[in-house]
């Protein structure tokens, strides 16, 4: 689901983000007026984020990194999950899911869900769960390529991975971590399916 936009506007100035971070904003404004930091208290350091590759404890898994604003989503990492969840089926061969996305695979994963049977690899990213975190997807061919320019060694060197978009009825658009090679292949093979997620800051 993506996230609920609010757009400020003052004067020639234009703010666009997230309704979320507003009420943090909003709430953490209202707290600095009504409790006044002591005298003997230290700043709250911003946590830092971890490195390319390495595990962000909290959001489910390794850190994927840094994916620029595109159209209605804002700017925000990448979090791959830890494992993969199996080899699946893409699903719905013979049927075109005109609108799928080479870049949104939360959009296009929102498409797929709902019957299992229909497509079983968007559906087990759905179902994963980590962190506490349930918002997994299966991502589109280029957040793929952007796992394979940042993050090549967190996948599988000896198979492929189904991405989210689709090619056509019957193929969609797969990915193999060896050269970041990216192709397209039928929907009826059982390819590795890894599961990522959006974290907006």
């Known amino acids: ?12 100035a234009t ?3 997230p309704a979320s971070s507003l009420a943090k904003l909003a709430m953490a404004s209202t707290f600095a ?4 930091p002591a005298a003997n208290v230290q700043p709250i350091e911003q946590a830092s984020i971890p490195t390319l590759g390495e595990y962000w404890p909290g959001q ?6 840094l994916v620029a604003a595109r159209g209605d989503v804002p700017a925000h990492y990448l979090i791959i999950a830890k494992d993969d969840v199996g080899s699946h089926e ?7 899911l ?7 695979g939360l959009y296009n994963t929102q498409l797929l869900v709902g019957d299992e049977k229909a497509h079983p690899a968007a559906n087990a990213c759905a179902e994963h769960q980590a962190d506490g975190h349930h918002d997994f997807y299966l991502p589109a061919c280029a957040e793929l390529y952007h796992c394979w320019v940042n ?16 090619r056509s009825a019957d193929f969609a658009f797969s990915m193999h971590f060896v050269g970041g090679i990216q192709l397209y292949d039928d929907k009826h093979y059982e390819l590795r399916v890894r599961p990522v997620r959006r974290f907006f800051i």
């Open 15 to 17: 703010i666009k983000m």
């Open 90 to 96: 893409w699903g719905g061969r013979g049927v075109d």
């Open 60 to 65: 489910g898994g390794y850190n994927g990194g």
């Open 33 to 36: 007026v009504v409790f006044p």
């Open 98 to 104: 005109a609108g799928t996305s080479k870049t949104d």
């Open 151 to 166: 993050v090549p060694e967190l996948f599988a060197k000896d198979t492929w991975y189904w991405s989210s978009s689709q």
């Open 1 to 12: 689901m993506k996230p609920e936009m609010i757009t400020l506007k003052h004067g020639e």
